[in-house]
């Protein structure tokens, strides 16, 4: 081998070697001070919340916003069970859909640099009106407001029957045979410009009550009038009923009446299933504290 060629190749040998060992140095990277977010704030305005209705118009939209110093970005957890959101600018409105009243948890992460985070949570009490439908609407408020009574000539007025029935198949009420509390109730129906249903009671200082529901009510002893406070004004929450009841039986509408839940007689049921309802009556079935299914038909008042 000449001279000249063994320089090639030993300069070869150094120039490969050298950039072996450079390829094998290792990269340095920086990201920064890891930094948490400060001062981190939560608010949430709920859609058409005023002092009348506090959990606002029945829309279910509530605007979130949260502010903090040094965050890049924003994670939402809605407490609804959905999926948790990014939302870099801090401010989202959410539409809540679960029908009625219910209260959410909002949890934000804030996330700074490095990864750092700083989470806040609030409670929110939305409520979210159920499209009731129009024929139901004008049956029981005109548009406005009904009120309606006991319908005490008609045969099956007050009855009962198994929870998986919906006819009052163990006793069905003849007419004019309960108790005179429970015949000079009025139960007035009332719709507002968002079409949220209240209901107020006036039960003349009684209302009739089966043995089994009166511990609901504070008292206790036989099916008997008791002196009970029937609760004011109340907004009805509607909602998809949970009987599984068919089109043949049932509208397949339900509400519940917060508070005590009495509407002319109290079994220690809340929620009622409209199983009819016409332009001048209402047939009502609910679960009452012994289990079994309760019935109970109103008239609008003359």
């Known amino acids: 081998m000449n001279s000249l060629m063994f320089k090639y190749i030993l300069s070869a040998c150094l120039i490969s070697g050298l950039l072996a060992i450079g390829s094998c140095k290792k990269e340095s990277y920086s990201f920064g001070d890891i930094k948490a977010p400060s001062d981190l704030v939560l ?39 959905t999926s948790t959101q990014p939302v870099p600018t801090g401010t989202i409105v959410k539409k809540f859909t679960n029908p009625g009243t219910s209260t959410y948890t909002v949890t934000v992460n804030a996330i ?92 003349k200082g009684e209302s009739f009550l089966t043995k089994a529901g009166t511990g609901v009510y504070g008292v206790s002893g036989d099916d008997a009038c008791y002196a009970v406070n029937p609760g004011g004004t109340r907004k009805l929450a509607f909602m998809d009923a949970t009987s599984g009841s068919t089109a043949a039986v049932s509208t397949r509408i339900q509400f519940i009446v917060p508070g005590n839940g009495i509407i002319n007689f109290g079994t220690g049921g809340k929620a009622y299933e409209i199983l009819k309802v016409t332009a001048n009556t209402i047939f009502l079935r609910n679960i009452g504290t012994d289990g079994n299914a309760w019935y109970q038909q109103l008239i609008v008042k003359q």
């Open 43 to 81: 608010t949430t305005t709920i859609a058409g919340a005023d002092a009348a209705n506090p959990e606002g118009n029945g829309s279910g939209a509530v605007t979130i916003t949260a502010s903090s110093k040094d965050a890049l970005t924003y994670v939402f957890d809605f407490g609804d069970g």
């Open 112 to 203: 700074g640099t490095g990864g750092a985070i700083s989470t806040i949570s609030k409670k929110v009490t939305v409520y979210v009106r159920f499209e009731i439908p129009e024929a139901i609407i004008t049956a029981l408020t005109g548009g406005s407001s009904k009120t309606f009574v006991t319908d005490r000539n008609a045969m099956g007025h007050f009855g009962v029957g198994p929870a998986d029935g919906f006819t009052p198949s163990w006793y069905a009420a003849a007419p004019n045979t309960r108790a005179e509390c429970a015949y000079d109730d009025e139960i007035t129906f009332s719709v507002d410009a968002n079409k949220n249903i209240s209901m107020t009671v006036n039960n």
